[in-house]
């Protein structure tokens, strides 16, 4: 929304110590990238829960980008081999939402835990919290606007003729198919709906932990 706010860093721990309480099912690539084992000089690790705020804020912008395009493939690129392209795209980074998402949470909750001066002095941190705020909401009308996009396509796609097939890990345009990792983000969702991640999140002033539904 083209609102800045500047978020001084208050004291915290590697993010790698999480590895202790972050669950073994919900572990995937970006997890071992950014958190365990992770590079000690990532900004994830170094700035703690900030880094991961950068992170989620970055892979937003970047999956945003992704749903600009839109327009772009419906002019130059409209055929099956564009559409799975744009598709491909999205779903590519779409669940780091959740992923980033959790990751905070827990970051707070081991902090709670283990660092209460180090929680104390996050909850405290307005701009931060107001700044976190902001992107989740980015993140939860992107997602409103892709469903709704998503709708669009597949009722158009059906009167032109073409075959959409649609699960939880597979998207089939016109017989090209692509993944779509929403089961990854449905497990993601089911475990932020967990009370522990809740009250978190409404000590964090989030609306909710879970994000929505993923068309």
């Known amino acids: 929304n083209g609102k800045r706010s500047l978020v001084t860093q208050t004291k915290v721990f590697k993010t790698s110590e999480i590895n202790s309480i972050y669950p073994k099912h919900l572990q995937t690539d970006r997890y071992e990238i950014y958190i ?19 992170e989620l804020n970055a892979y937003y912008w970047g999956t945003k980008t992704d749903f600009d395009l839109y327009n ?50 996050i909850l405290a941190n307005t701009n931060f919290l107001e700044s976190f705020g902001m992107v989740d909401s980015n993140w939860m009308k992107l997602i409103l606007q ?21 699960s939880e890990e597979f998207m089939f345009i016109g017989g090209s198919g692509l993944g779509t990792f929403r089961d990854i983000y449905a497990k993601f969702n089911a475990e932020l709906s967990a009370e522990k991640y809740e009250t978190m999140a409404k000590a964090m002033g989030l609306k909710t932990a879970a994000g929505l539904e993923l068309k």
């Open 146 to 166: 892709f469903n709704s996009l998503k709708q669009n396509f597949v009722n158009a796609q059906k009167i032109a003729g073409t075959e959409v097939y649609d």
């Open 72 to 121: 772009f493939y419906q002019l130059k690129a409209n055929n099956t081999e564009g559409w799975v392209d744009f598709y491909q795209g999205f779903y590519g980074t779409c669940f780091a939402y959740l992923e980033f998402k959790s990751y905070m949470l827990t970051y707070m909750l081991y902090a709670k835990q283990k660092y209460p001066e180090i929680y104390t002095q």
């Open 36 to 54: 365990y084992p992770s590079e000690a000089i990532l900004g994830s690790q170094q700035d703690g829960i900030y880094g991961l705020l950068d």
